[in-house]
């Protein structure tokens, strides 16, 4: 199936390692022109040598903090300065942050910061350019709706799914799309460091919550948000996609 992305221009937030980085493979796979965002300069570039490397077009590279307003507003200018107008964002910049009732402010406010107001502000720049073209995608990368603990982040991502849908009818007749993938259990430095120290623990969790048997992989997001970003998908807005293996079955 031709995705017919050659030639859009993607701007992908935590693009530096996990799911973002695997979102912008296979934006890159399909001749999306990309600007790749984080704080992790290294990672980012690593990552652009290797998309060069494999004959796809050179990612532009944007170090910055996405809990500092004025670095949102810098990497939305530099993104759009280097590739015109975005036709695609997609936010995948954030971070579990298990906390207790007793938590201090600042943890809540930086949970909201970057699982929230980073990927609210981002989209709040780039949509001006997405109405004048009548085309857009905005991709959320959200999570779990069934928190097992408290955690802030949590709380964040039930605010980006409700923004999202809230958003979508408002500009769904301009041709711009607005949707949320809530990943399972994604190999990355997250979960495999924070999430489940060993093997053993990591078979367990899969044996008692996965079906499909096994974590997935950054790229299994990348496909589904590559087809969101997609001209074929502009029926689709306003949805919550889960791509978990069959997990949240399992999350009552
Ligand atoms: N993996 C999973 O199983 C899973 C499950 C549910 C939801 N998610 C969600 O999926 C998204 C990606 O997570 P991941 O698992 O791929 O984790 P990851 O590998 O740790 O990636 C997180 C990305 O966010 C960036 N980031 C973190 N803080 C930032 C900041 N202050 N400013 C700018 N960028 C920042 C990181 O880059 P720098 O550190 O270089 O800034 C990194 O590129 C997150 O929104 C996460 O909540 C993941």
């Given at each position: ?143 779990s709706m069934e928190p097992r ?35 399972g ?24 919550n ?34 978990d293996?069959?997990m949240h079955y399992f999350a009552h």
């Amino acid at each position: 199936m031709d995705l017919q992305l050659t030639g859009r221009a993607a701007l992908v937030t935590g693009a530096s390692s996990g799911i973002g980085a695997g979102v912008a493979r296979v934006l890159a796979g399909e001749g999306v022109r990309l600007a790749l965002t984080a704080r992790d300069v290294d990672g980012l570039r690593d990552l652009a040598d290797e998309l060069r490397a494999a004959g796809h077009p050179e990612p532009v590279v944007l170090e910055g903090d996405l809990t500092d307003h004025e670095q949102i507003i810098r990497v939305a200018a530099q993104a759009h300065a280097a590739l015109g107008s975005i036709h695609i964002l997609a936010n995948c910049a954030g971070g579990s942050r298990p906390t207790d009732f007793q938590s201090d402010e600042t943890v809540w406010e930086e949970a909201f910061a970057l699982n929230f107001a980073s990927a609210r502000r981002l989209t709040q720049l780039l949509l001006p350019g997405m109405l004048a073209h009548r085309w857009g995608r905005v991709i959320n990368i959200s999570g779990s709706m069934e928190p097992r603990r408290l955690n802030a982040a949590s709380a964040a991502k039930g605010a980006l799914h409700l923004w999202s849908k809230g958003l979508s009818c408002d500009v769904a007749s301009e041709g711009i799309t607005v949707n949320c993938i809530a990943p399972g259990r994604i190999r990355s430095a997250q979960t495999l460091a924070r999430l489940h120290a060993t093997e053993a623990e990591r078979q367990e969790f899969i044996a008692r919550n996965i079906p499909a048997g096994d974590f997935g992989d950054p790229e299994d997001i990348g496909r589904v948000a590559a087809f969101l970003a997609s001209p074929l998908a502009h029926y689709v807005t306003g949805a919550v996609i889960p791509v978990d293996g069959g997990m949240h079955y399992f999350a009552h």
